[in-house]
């Protein structure tokens, strides 16, 4: 197969890049994701919802989860696939 001509390397993130206990406060980024998909969630019915308090949503790795959760919802071949 041929290497493609616009490939970009991105390097590997540093060990401590992703802590599953650090306080979803000190990661905007990732808060606003869960943030976004809590309200998307709100829209679903009843019976299409993760049942997780958001509340309960309140570290690095309990946001992982929660977005693990609901990108199984949104693309539910891909999830029951393990890939494309």
Do not use: C
């Not at 890049?17 to 998909?37: D, G, I, T």
């Amino acid at each position: 197969m041929a290497t493609p001509s616009n490939l970009i390397r991105v390097p590997k993130p540093s060990r401590g890049s992703f802590n599953m206990q650090r306080p979803l406060a000190k990661n905007s980024l990732l808060l606003n994701q869960v943030k976004h998909l809590q309200e998307l969630e709100k829209t679903f019915p009843p019976e299409k919802r993760t049942g997780t308090d958001p509340k309960s949503v309140t570290t690095e790795g309990s946001a992982a989860e929660y977005i693990r959760k609901m990108t199984a919802i949104l693309h539910p071949k891909v999830a029951k696939s393990g890939g494309r």
